[in-house]
């Protein structure tokens, strides 16, 4: 079936560095990624999305870029915060049902 | 504007035992979502509604899950009976009408412990 691979699991890096998430995707026709942020028992956020036509989007210290050749796209965050430690997900839109497949998560923490 | 709305936070039953779940979408979005969420992983459509129709439910364990959606607004998904491995969270989510490139939203989600 169709699947969306994320790296890393895990990721530490010191306050005001840039944190890089990457997701993999699987169905080619997919068209509409977005991320999510969910800290500790509570509930997923969207955070940025980004859509097949687009090879890149910013808003303020988070990006994402999409690359459909190769049927990845990446999180960024500079200047990152403590407050940015969070699990973060990568979703795809499975073309056709307005289904999402989510990756499986990236802790990020930040460390003061 | 309120976000999605679900009951109760937390539950905790023994195994071969019912349990139920509530959710309240955003007013006026069309579409609602069930997820369940193992620790440590991303969370996995069970079933997704169009107003009171289901959309897509080929990821629903029906020999013990259900779900209804009767009036196009609340919904509520069914344990019965609950297996240890169904422990997880349970997000609901909702979208304006399901259409290509829509946000979801989450609800707070909840925590099942079956023991």
């Known amino acids: 079936g169709e699947n969306v691979e994320q790296h890393p699991s895990t990721l530490s890096v010191q306050e005001g560095d840039s944190a890089v998430i990457k997701c993999t995707y699987s169905?080619?026709?997919?068209?509409?990624f977005p991320w999510y942020k969910q800290e500790l028992g509570k509930r997923p956020q969207l955070i940025i999305d980004?859509?097949?036509?687009?090879g890149e989007k910013k808003d303020q210290r988070i990006a994402v870029t999409l690359n459909k050749t190769a049927k990845h796209f990446s999180l960024h965050i500079t200047e990152t915060q403590p407050e940015d430690s969070a699990v973060y997900f990568c979703?795809?839109?499975?073309?056709?049902?307005?289904?999402?497949?989510f990756g499986t998560g990236t802790r990020l923490k930040v460390l003061a | 504007e309120a976000g999605v709305a679900q009951s109760p936070r937390y539950k905790i039953i023994e195994k071969r035992q019912s349990v139920a779940f509530w959710c309240n979408p955003i007013?006026?979005?069309?579409?609602l979502y069930w997820y369940q969420q193992i620790l440590g992983q991303g969370p996995k459509l069970l079933i997704q509604?169009?107003?009171?129709?289901?959309?897509?439910d080929s990821q629903l364990p029906k020999d013990r899950f259900s779900a209804e959606r009767l009036k196009g607004v609340d919904s509520t998904l069914k344990i019965q009976p609950a297996k240890l491995e169904d422990s997880a969270v349970y997000l609901c989510?909702?979208?304006?009408?399901?259409?290509?490139?829509?946000?979801?939203?989450f609800g707070p989600g909840t925590r099942l412990l079956v023991l």
């Open positions: 980004i859509r097949s036509n687009v």
């Open positions: 979703a795809a839109e499975l073309s056709g049902t307005y289904k999402y497949i």
């Open positions: 989510a909702s979208s304006l009408d399901g259409a290509n490139f829509e946000s979801q939203y």
């Open positions: 509604f169009q107003n009171n129709g289901v959309v897509d």
């Open positions: 169905d080619s026709a997919s068209n509409y």
């Open positions: 007013s006026g979005h069309a579409t």
